[in-house]
């Protein structure tokens, strides 16, 4: 057994007995005490919950009739509710903060005997692009322990590249899951907005959120999404349509599918080093047989960056104003008002990237400024969604770059948040409109990771992990992994 087991392996292994579950965590769990200290993936370690959870999966395999996801370790982003077990999103404000409850796609993985092993850091409140927002300290990457993971999902990707986790569940707002399973070198999915329940996911942006698989490759991928996606009534926005089979479409035929490369995603700035690998990435699906178009416009694309933090920023300040020091989380004692109480919970509660954040949406939503900035967003990000609504009457799929560059050093970009903002350029008008979008390793660059996003229309889930498996099928970029 190695450390980098994909879920559809392992399950052949406990299906056929040559492994137990409990023996499969607690390899897992060494695991976790040998690399954790280098990679800081990890908030939160659940090893006695996780042998508990273990032995129950052996029982339901020893009955034969199991899921392919029972006695798998799987690692949860820290901001999705867990029975009994902290869920602080990497904040101080919520540093001791144990849910009552499961978020549903929590509860959906125990119904297949899923082994949770731990909660996964992230940037505070799932704000920023390199996990180093975290109140608690920052993850690295572990293709080059001086470098970022991404964020916000950075110590999910990191956990899965480092062998920690078999897989594990992040959330993407404005490429959370995506950009660090670019810099990570593993496979993150988006799905469409609605596709996976967002009760018990703690909200950032309620309009952009959304939970996905992070996984070793595009096959795992697919097993979690039939587990996890589906309608669920306690979520507003959840879809009520019928979910596929996703592991019905992992086949190498590609002939014949439309694929467009939107010229505004290889913007001024990009490392040549990036744009080199992904268009030796289209260059390849076109030799498997796609029609592939270099010639697509998606000229507003330049105005998403703008949408995106007007938008997310004032769904965060109202969204954020529940944290006020009385009902849960950390609370300022030593006040003399009300007033002072709450000031003071938020002032030492929130990191720098929050507040910023807090200030600039309710900056946008005030009297006097709505229109001019949050209406005229919403405007704009209905322009962008049309504007991706017409590429798919032409594209089965469009292919860019996952991120303008490589993984940055620890420490490079924390002094200039545009900087930061710019490390998501290709994928915050993905969640504006909703749609999905993949992200899998497409090369490296000096031994660092990059990858290729893949961005279908709404519920074409299945389109894009068909794209991304014959692509992954005829590459190796996949079987990569770091030393560490």
């Known amino acids: 057994m190695t450390n980098q087991m994909t879920i559809h392996q392992t399950h052949e292994l406990l299906k056929t007995r040559q ?17 954790e200290p280098q990679v800081h993936a ?20 020893a009955s034969g009739n199991i899921s392919p996801l029972a006695g798998i370790p799987v690692v949860i982003k820290d901001n999705m509710c867990t029975r009994g077990i902290k869920t602080t999103c990497s904040s101080k404000m919520l540093t001791n903060f144990v849910p009552p409850y499961n978020a549903t796609v929590v509860e959906k993985l125990n119904k297949c005997g899923a082994v949770v ?4 850091n992230m940037d ?32 999910s990707a990191a956990a899965v590249a480092a062998g920690e986790t078999i897989y594990a569940l992040g959330s993407d707002t404005g490429g959370s899951i995506r950009q660090p399973a670019g810099f990570c070198s593993v496979t993150g999915l988006k799905p469409t907005y609605g596709r996976v329940s967002r009760y018990g ?10 939970i996905g698989p992070m996984t070793q490759d595009v096959t795992d991928c697919a097993l979690v999404m039939n587990a996890i996606a589906g309608h669920d009534r306690w979520d507003s926005t959840s879809l009520p349509y019928p979910i596929p089979d996703y592991t019905r479409c992992l086949t190498t035929d590609i002939k014949g599918l439309r694929l467009g490369i939107p010229r505004e995603y290889f913007v001024e700035g990009m490392q040549a080093e990036v744009a080199t690998a992904i268009k030796a990435a289209v260059s390849k699906l076109a030799e498997l047989g796609a029609k592939v178009d270099w010639e697509v416009s998606l000229p507003h694309t330049r105005y998403a960056l703008a949408v995106y933090y007007i938008i997310a920023p004032s769904e965060a300040s109202a969204n954020l104003a529940r944290y006020d020091g009385v009902k849960y989380g950390y609370s300022y004692q030593e006040a003399h008002s009300m007033w002072e109480a709450m000031e003071k919970t938020r002032q030492y509660g929130f990191g720098p990237e929050v507040k910023r954040r807090i200030m600039l949406g309710t900056y946008a939503l005030s009297a006097g400024y709505y229109d001019a900035y949050y209406l005229k967003a919403q405007k704009v990000r209905t322009i962008i969604r049309q504007e991706f609504d017409r590429a798919f009457e032409k594209y089965d799929a469009l292919i860019t770059p996952t991120s303008p560059t490589v993984p940055f050093k620890i420490g490079e970009k924390t002094d200039d948040p545009l900087q930061m903002y710019l490390s998501d350029v290709c994928t915050l008008p993905i969640n504006i409109a909703g749609v999905p979008a993949i992200s899998i390793p497409a090369g490296f660059a000096n031994g660092l990771p990059i990858g290729m996003q893949i961005i279908g229309k709404p519920l074409g889930e299945e389109t894009l992990l068909k794209i991304a498996y014959a692509y992954e099928q005829a590459t190796e970029w996949h079987k990569r992994k770091p030393e560490i």
């Open 42 to 61: 990890l908030v939160t370690v659940t090893d006695e919950l996780a042998l508990e959870q273990a032995r129950q999966a052996d029982k339901l395999i």
């Open 124 to 155: 505070e409140f799932a704000m920023g692009s390199s996990t180093e927002n975290s109140a608690l300290f920052t993850t690295h990457n572990p293709w080059d322990l001086s470098r970022v993971p991404g964020g916000s999902s950075g110590g």
């Open 201 to 210: 996911l703690v909200a950032f942006a309620s309009s952009l959120d959304q």
């Open 19 to 35: 492994l137990s579950s409990v023996e499969l965590t607690q390899a897992y769990l060494e695991r976790i005490r040998q690399v």
């Open 117 to 120: 092993v731990g909660k996964a």
